[in-house]
């Protein structure tokens, strides 16, 4: 099932490459958005955003995929807590 292998695919991911980790985890979480699975996709974000990433807070809110969610509170949350380059 996709949402079992997803967490593990960007995990090899990030362990081969961290770029592509991230790369991983932001197609993990687009995925999780399409399904309709908002808090998978809300956990991959947190993973996102964790470390240093080229995903910026305001590239997420600009982007049309993640403005199905853009009235969660936890997506506004999840981007405050990013960390900055």
């Known amino acids: 099932e996709v949402e079992a292998e997803l967490p593990l695919a960007t995990d090899a991911a990030r362990r081969a490459d961290a770029f ?3 790369e991983a985890e932001d197609r993990g979480a687009r995925c999780q ?3 309709g699975k908002t808090d998978a996709a809300f956990a991959f974000l947190r993973r996102l955003l964790a470390d240093v990433s080229p995903f910026s807070p305001n590239r997420l809110r600009a982007d049309p ?3 199905r969610v853009k009235d969660d ?3 506004e949350e ?3 807590s ?3 380059l």
Do not use: S
Request: charged share 30%; proline share 6%.
């Open 65 to 67: 995929l993640w403005a």
């Open 33 to 35: 958005l399409v399904l």
């Open 82 to 84: 990013a960390r900055r």
């Open 73 to 75: 509170p936890r997506f």
């Open 78 to 80: 999840i981007l405050r």
């Open 20 to 22: 592509g980790g991230r």
